[in-house]
Each structure stands twice: as structure tokens, then as C-alpha cells.
């Protein structure tokens, strides 16, 4: 995919300036100097594909700029993982040599948003995120998983500093998560007061019943399949756990708990290569995406770090 990058200057003498390509760097705050592209600075426009979450103007304007360290993220690390028939959960498969829920923590390691990361894990897996305390320039901190994942987010919650602005929780189960969609749902989370990735729907979906006769078919112009992270402000997400806990509600995802407070909860659109670690053939996928991308690549970090884990796995 390109990056066009194109002039229209209000001169007549300006008309002819050839417009340039550059490659598209999904996973990059680079800004090309104005005289590397041919014409002044004002006159510097860009296109690229407009998405339904917003539009480029707001883009530019960035109205729901996210404050530095304003932000906790809670990562999910702690399911066992059944449908993968692993011997181990698979957040902690290696992938291209690196533990599956490594991919997604340093992404939000390198942000600048991000203040903390809470880690819901079972203990004996902390060591694989508390030796990289000395290389990453934020706090981390632990929790364990709860029977549910409801209850894994919210002993994450109980964690969280107390001047978080923004809680961001994500599934270490999906790796291959960009800071470019990241920056996109913080965004709007606090403009909205919870946001949550997602792609729409492919392929068609048809409900049936309990002998597998189709009921009907649902139209896919109005399905989305939700992602994370789920962006949720803290004060929201603590009223809904309020009302989940005290009316016994059981959900799936961490938004359904603000939907159950008739909170609107707004789909920042995300990447199909956001895809959740949760069979073989995913970890397979998985790999090829990653050898043809540019923007996720296993850290040097990663590679010191880990080795050893990743061979006593094996």
C-alpha cells in the first residue's frame, strides 16, 4: 500500500510539480521534510483510505489528542488456552521464536500514552515479563486471573494508577495489534467514553436453530467483529462492574459491561491482521503475516530476553 502524497498550490507555476510516492509505514510517527517532496510545507496534503471510524480532517485536527502516560493497560495473559490442545497456554507459544503475548506488550511498551502495564497472569509465567523491567521505560505490575474473564479485567482494575486517564485492555492472545490502532481507539475512548476495535463482518452469517435449520440470515452491513483493545474510561468501567456484580450478569467482551449501563460504546475500525491466537492453523497464519511485515518484527529486546524460555518451551 502507498502513501500518496500530493500538492495543490494556489500559483499557476506550481501546477506541474510532480507528485511523489513513498511506502506507507502503518506503524510510524515519521514526517518526510516538505523539501524532500518537492513543494512548500502549507501547500502538503495526504490521502489514503477513509474509514468509517473518522475522517482525515479529524485526523488532522486530532481533537481527542491522549495525554502522555495518561493511560493503564490491563493485559489479558491468563486463559489456559483449550481449544489450542498445547501443552502450555497459547500466549506463551513461540512464535517466530517469541512468546506470543510478548508482540503485543512491547507495542505498548514503545507508546508514550501508555503509563503502566498490568499484567493478569498466573505466576508462574511472571518471568517472562519481569525481566524486561530494565529495558522498557514504564511501570509493570501483576495480578492473577480470575475464573472468568470478567473477573481477570476487574482484579486488573483493583491495579490501575489512580490518575489513569484511560483504561485499555487487551487480549495477549493477539500479537499482532499496531500502535497506529492503538492511537486510533484511545482516541476515540476518550472522546466517547469507551471505544473498542473491530473489523466488519466478511462473511455471511445465518442464525439457526437447536436442529441447525437456518432461522435467518443476518445482514452483515450492520455486523462488526469486535477486537481489542476495548478502551473504557475508569470511573464508566467501575459503575458497570458495580451493576454486572450485583445483578450476577455474565458478558464476554469488556464493553458489554458499559452497555449494560446504556452507555453507547463506539467501533474504531481496525486491522483484519488483528487476528486472535486461538487455534494451530491461527498460529500458522500468524507467522506468515508476520515474515511479510514490515511493521511488527521482533525486538532485539525480545530476542536477548527470551531465547531461553522460548527453547525450554520447545
Avoid at 16 to 24: G, H, L, N, S, T
Avoid at 39 to 44: G, P, Q, S, V
Amino acid at each position: 500500500m502507498d502513501f500518496v502524497l500530493s500538492s495543490t498550490p494556489p500559483l499557476g507555476k506550481y501546477s506541474q510539480i510532480p507528485v511523489k510516492r513513498v511506502p506507507f509505514l502503518s506503524n510510524s510517527n515519521v514526517r518526510l521534510p516538505a523539501h524532500k517532496i518537492g513543494f512548500k510545507r502549507n501547500w502538503k496534503t495526504a490521502t489514503s483510505k477513509t474509514i468509517c471510524s473518522t475522517k482525515f480532517s479529524e485526523a488532522i485536527q486530532d481533537p481527542g489528542s491522549v495525554k502522555d502516560k495518561s493511560v493503564s493497560v490491563i493485559l489479558l495473559a491468563g486463559g489456559k488456552g483449550k481449544r489450542m490442545g498445547a501443552s502450555m497456554p497459547k500466549q506463551y507459544l513461540p512464535l517466530l521464536g517469541q512468546p506470543v503475548a510478548m508482540y503485543s506488550f512491547y507495542t505498548f511498551s514503545r507508546m508514550i500514552e501508555i503509563k503502566e502495564i498490568v499484567v493478569v497472569c498466573d505466576p508462574s509465567y511472571k518471568d517472562i515479563f519481569e525481566g524486561t523491567k530494565e529495558k522498557i521505560n514504564m511501570d509493570i505490575k501483576f495480578t492473577v486471573p480470575g475464573k472468568e474473564r470478567q473477573d481477570s479485567v476487574f482484579n486488573g482494575l483493583q491495579e490501575i494508577d489512580s490518575n489513569a486517564e484511560l483504561v485499555c485492555i487487551h487480549d495477549s492472545a493477539r500479537p499482532l495489534l499496531t500502535s497506529q490502532d492503538v492511537k486510533k481507539v484511545l482516541k476515540h475512548g476518550r472522546l466517547r467514553g469507551a471505544s473498542v476495535l473491530g473489523v466488519p463482518v466478511k462473511a455471511t452469517i445465518k442464525e439457526a436453530n437447536n436442529e441447525c435449520f437456518v432461522t435467518r440470515t443476518l445482514d452483515r452491513r450492520t455486523l462488526w467483529e469486535m477486537q481489542t483493545p476495548q478502551v473504557i474510561k475508569p470511573d464508566l468501567l467501575r459503575k458497570g462492574f458495580e451493576l454486572v456484580n450485583r445483578e450476577g450478569l455474565e458478558v464476554t467482551d469488556d464493553v458489554s459491561i458499559v452497555e449494560h449501563l446504556k452507555h453507547p460504546v463506539y467501533i474504531t475500525e481496525g486491522s483484519y491482521t488483528n487476528i486472535k491466537i486461538t487455534t494451530p492453523d491461527d498460529l500458522l497464519l500468524a507467522e506468515r503475516i508476520l515474515s511479510n511485515s514490515s511493521a511488527i518484527k521482533p525486538t532485539s529486546e525480545m530476542v536477548v530476553f527470551n531465547c531461553w524460555r522460548t527453547s525450554h518451551v520447545i
